[in-house]
Each structure stands twice: as C-alpha cells, then as structure tokens.
C-alpha cells in the first residue's frame, strides 16, 4: 500500500548523510494494532541496550539523530 507520508518519511532519511537503516520488527507493541487493520506505521527509535528493563540505556546521539529527522520531516528539508 502507498502512503504519502512514509514516502515522504523515506525521502528524508535517503537524503540524510549519516546512515539510517530501516527494518521489519516483530515486535510487540501499539503499532501492531494499526498493522493488523492495514494502516502503515513506522516505529522510529534509537539504539540502546536492556530495552524496557529498569537498567535501560538508550544511544543519545541516535535521539539526536531522531530529532534531526524529524524536524526535517515536518519541516520539509527534504
């Protein structure tokens, strides 16, 4: 299915100088929801280590990095 948006969302990161990869998940969450009725989601999130434990740690560069995408996203920098 098409959807504007992740086109959109697509063009900003391709245009991006540092790397940015895109995945299939499996895993568990919200997102799984609008999947099952056919609503195309993306899940940005930043690498880490114990994710959903009390000792998580998460890539501060790569909340940066999220930052930076999307306000190119919103702000058409693409």
Same mark, same amino acid.
């Given at each position: 299915m *098409? #959807?504007?948006? +992740?086109d $959109?969302l697509s063009?900003?990161?391709? #245009?991006?100088?540092? *790397?940015v990869g ?5 895993h %568990? =969450?919200?997102? #799984?929801?609008f999947? =099952?009725k =056919?609503i195309?989601? %993306?899940?940005?999130?930043p #690498?880490g280590d114990n $994710?959903?434990?009390a000792?998580? *740690? %998460?890539? $501060?560069?790569? +909340?940066v990095? $999220? *930052?930076? +995408?999307?306000?190119?996203l %919103?702000?058409g920098k693409?």
């Open positions: *098409k #959807n504007s948006y +992740i $959109l063009i900003t990161c391709s #245009n991006r100088e540092d *790397k895109f995945v299939t998940s499996m %568990v =969450g919200d997102f #799984n929801h999947a =099952g =056919g195309p989601k %993306v899940v940005l999130d #690498n $994710l959903h434990c000792d998580e *740690k %998460v890539n $501060l560069a790569d +909340i990095k $999220l *930052k930076d +995408i999307l306000v190119d %919103v702000f693409s």
